[in-house]
């Protein structure tokens, strides 16, 4: 994926497996959760893993992994 789509950072992955949630870092500094089926910078969300969350947007699926340390 291009640098475009690494404007979002995926803070976090929290809930059951059946209910996951994840916290992510907006472009603009603010932070948001989200649920699968939420809309995230132009794109739906469509899965969330243990460390990752895939949304698509305009027909192009984008991966955001939490950066290991």
Do not use: C
């Amino acid at each position: 994926a291009s640098d475009v789509y690494k404007r979002q950072n995926l803070i976090g992955v929290y809930g059951k497996p059946s209910s996951r949630r994840a916290l992510v870092r907006l472009s603009n500094g603010r932070y948001q959760k989200v649920r699968v089926g939420d809309r995230i910078d132009g794109g739906q969300v469509s899965a969330i893993g243990d460390n990752e969350l895939r949304y698509t947007k305009r027909g192009r699926n984008v991966v955001l992994k939490i950066p290991s340390s």
